[in-house]
């Protein structure tokens, strides 16, 4: 089950997976109470991927309002669904919880150089929070927890 509001993205993406057996797409906002029919079967989920955020600055910088509160106020919410439903949770980061690194290339611990207050803040804070978020959960033993710090990728033209 897809949930998407297709701010960022086209219908389209989903061509693939469309007609195949257990597939649905429901268009929705991550943001806010979850449409019926994902609450309604999310106990027969085996896993949960979060991958909601604006990927490009462009993309982002538009509604960095929407942009950061997408981390902060929904990834609890989904982190509990994974816990009651007993199924594994990944959380696609970014790079961009590193902000504007000092060294090239970034080591595992680096903590990273981070403006809380630029123009790119609602992207970094944001994952920086669900991150959080997640490994709480996951150190405290309520849930199987991945975080994917995603970096570099090439977004293919999303016809947006």
């Not at 991550?30 to 990927?55: M, S, W």
């Not at 669904?81 to 594994?88: D, V």
């Not at 611990?109 to 978020?133: F, H, I, M, N």
Request: proline fraction near 6%.
């Amino acid at each position: 089950m897809c949930l998407d509001n297709l701010q960022t993205s086209n219908r389209s993406n989903l061509n693939a997976l469309e007609g195949r057996t257990g597939f649905e797409f429901v268009r929705g906002d991550i943001i806010g109470e979850l449409p019926v029919t994902i609450r309604d079967r999310a106990h027969r989920f085996k896993q949960i991927y979060n991958c909601a955020c604006a990927v490009m600055p462009p993309h982002y910088q538009v509604h960095p309002q929407h942009m950061i509160i997408t981390g902060m106020v929904t990834t609890s919410p989904r982190l509990q669904l994974a816990s009651r439903a007993g199924a594994p949770f990944l959380l696609a980061s970014t790079s961009e919880t590193h902000g504007d690194p000092e060294m090239h290339p970034r080591r595992e611990d680096y903590r990273g150089w981070v403006s809380c207050t630029g123009p790119r803040a609602c992207q970094d804070e944001d994952k920086r929070a669900a991150e959080a978020l997640a490994c709480d959960l996951c150190r405290t033993a309520r849930a199987e927890v991945h975080v994917a710090r995603i970096f570099n990728t090439d977004e293919p033209d999303a016809g947006g």
